[in-house]
């Protein structure tokens, strides 16, 4: 079974079949202090996979509304969950208290974490992949208590930072390789060759 799609002002042709999976949603946990890349992430994600798929606090979360009910409400329907990690992930403090704020109960990336991890335990389906930006490093184990140590055993992709959309090609392969379909597939690039040489003469045939 196939049917069209509006996307913009065209339509895009979506294959229903069991081995598809399309328009899962996706939501982007990030550090403030990894704001610059999770952006230029985002912004490419939603070319691509649609602007109402990808969930981006800063562009999806409107003037006025409840936010942690936002965060919630989408991470109850989220298939998938893209963990950016920088360098200073795990080390960043509280302000007041001097604590990790990974360790801490109201920090909103554990909150995120553990909320779709809950989910997890239950549909393995849903997918968490950790996405390391600016040459961090994946957190070891020892680091982290015990309810989010599990992220330490997950495959993780490294981003390269050129400032090059070709950086999240990778990423896109992944999502890919997983089923997660674009909506609007990037458009293929053809090189543009030199113009074939003229036909020789039947003089210089002779010659040759």
């Not at 458009?187 to 003469?201: G, N």
Request: with cysteine; aromatic share 10%.
């Amino acid at each position: 079974m196939i049917r069209f799609v509006k996307t913009t002002n065209t339509f895009t042709l979506l294959h229903q079949r069991s081995e598809y999976i399309i328009m899962k949603k996706i939501f982007i946990s990030y550090r403030r202090s990894d704001a610059y890349d999770t952006d230029r992430l985002a912004k490419s994600l939603r070319i691509e996979f649609g602007h109402e798929n990808i969930f981006f606090d800063t562009e999806s979360m409107h003037p006025g509304v409840d936010w942690p009910e936002s965060i919630k409400d989408f991470l109850m329907i989220s298939d998938l969950m893209l963990l950016i990690i920088g360098p200073n992930w795990l080390r960043i403090q509280d302000d007041y208290s001097g604590r990790r704020r990974i360790d801490m109960d109201n920090d909103w990336v554990r909150l995120e974490i553990l909320s779709f991890l809950k989910r997890k335990y239950s549909n393995e389906k849903l997918l968490l992949i950790p996405v390391l930006v600016n040459g961090a490093k994946m957190p070891e184990k020892d680091y982290l208590d015990e309810a989010l140590g599990i992220i330490c055993d997950l495959q993780y992709i490294q981003l390269s930072n050129t400032g090059s959309s070709l950086d999240f090609v990778p990423l896109k392969n992944l999502l890919l390789h997983n089923r997660i379909k674009p909506i609007n597939p990037p458009a293929v690039v053809t090189p543009i060759t030199l113009a074939p040489p003229d036909p020789l003469t039947q003089i210089e045939e002779d010659e040759f």
